[in-house]
């Protein structure tokens, strides 16, 4: 059965998110309300939906849905939510600082963020968070904030801390070849590594097994791929953008 799925800890957790954050950031910029906001609807959706109750009971391209939206669609909306004076005044917290300064090191935040998406696609770690519950929402939670974390030193507020031009265009596509090194392992890979979804339920969707997961498979490597490939982009430009405008100022 598909159904919206209300759950009261996911639907108080986005309200507080989005209340915490208006009470703090209140009118000062819209650009940066929109993009947060947007992040914790997405949030929400993404967990109360049919996306999720498809995903975990019916279809694996679903749940891999599920899962890109978390790593790589909600965490850098909410990233450029964040104000920079808002991120500067956090970051005056010696602790805050400590932490931004050792999970922000590139090795550390790219482990993080591309180990997570690959470790919980090894169908044994797979299946255990379908299984258990508790599990499954630690797994969502642990893609949530590896990829805040992954994406903090390319988008985040305080640019002198961002990756340099050429640093960040690496880091970014070496997830990419990552990404797409899963994807293909899900595309071309034996059916039946997700058991759960070996249903008759899911055929009524026009889908059988193993074009499921080639589907996920699919949507792992091309949208996923295209998400870093256009933070490459978006990093160039605003890298070119900077040098024109220095150059101007000191023609």
Known sequence: MIFWDWEPSVVAGCAALAIGYLAIVRARSLSHMACFLAGVVLLLLDLVSPIDSLGDRYLFSAHIVQHFLLALVIPPLLLLGIPRWLARAALQRTALDRLERLVGQPPVSWLLGVG??????????????????????????????????????????????????????????????????????????????????????????????KSDQELGGMLMWVPGCFVYLSAILSTVMRWYGSAAAARETTA
């Open 116 to 209: 997570a998406m690959l470790a919980w696609h090894i169908p044994l770690l797979f299946n255990a968070a379908l299984a258990n519950d508790a599990l499954h929402i630690f797994q969502h939670l642990s893609f949530l904030v590896t990829g805040t974390i992954f994406w903090w030193p390319v988008l985040g507020p305080v640019e002198e801390r961002r990756l340099p031009i050429l640093v960040a265009v690496t880091y970014l596509f070496g997830a990419c070849v990552c990404c797409s090194l899963l994807g293909a392992f899900l595309t071309f890979g034996p059916v039946g590594l997700y058991p759960a979804y070996l249903n008759p339920p899911a055929q009524l969707w026009g889908l059988d097994p």
